[in-house]
Nanobody, 123 residues
Framework: VQLQASGGGLVQAGGSLRLSCVASGRTFTTTGMGWFRQAPGKEREFVAA????????LYQDSVKGRFTISRDNAKNSGYPQMNNLRPDDTATYYC?????????????????WGRGTLVTVSS
């Protein structure tokens, strides 16, 4: 699976961004998808994940109520809608896919990774 993330940019605190991840090379409808982020000097951390069908979602506590993850299997795409952004959301965001229907918070359980897209939130 090849993954291409896009949609990052500079936004003021309180603003919104919608990232996109387009997948190719595998039947997308059997692929769980996740988003992770990595701030400078920190480890990559889980943000959100969604099952292959879209019926199950998982979120890191700090983004609950602000981020919403979705997917459009007809377009082989996944999207986190990020609202009420804060400066501590600043990071490079990565999409990931796994050869399983279920989502997971575990970084090691994802088989495929895309290049990141940078999100910068100014105060």
């Amino acid at each position: 699976v090849q993954l291409q993330a896009s949609g990052g940019g500079l936004v003021q605190a309180g603003g919104s961004l919608r990232l996109s991840c387009v997948a190719s090379g595998r039947t997308f409808t059997t692929t769980g998808m996740g988003w992770f982020r990595q701030a400078p000097g920190k480890e990559r951390e889980f943000v959100a994940a969604i099952s292959a069908s879209g019926s199950t979602t998982l979120y890191q506590d700090s983004v609950k109520g602000r981020f919403t993850i979705s997917r459009d299997n007809a377009k082989n795409s996944g999207y986190p809608q990020m609202n009420n952004l804060r400066p501590d959301d600043t990071a490079t965001y990565y999409c990931a896919a796994r050869s399983s229907l279920a989502p997971t918070m575990s970084r090691g359980n994802y088989d495929y990774w895309g290049r990141g897209t940078l999100v910068t939130v100014s105060s």
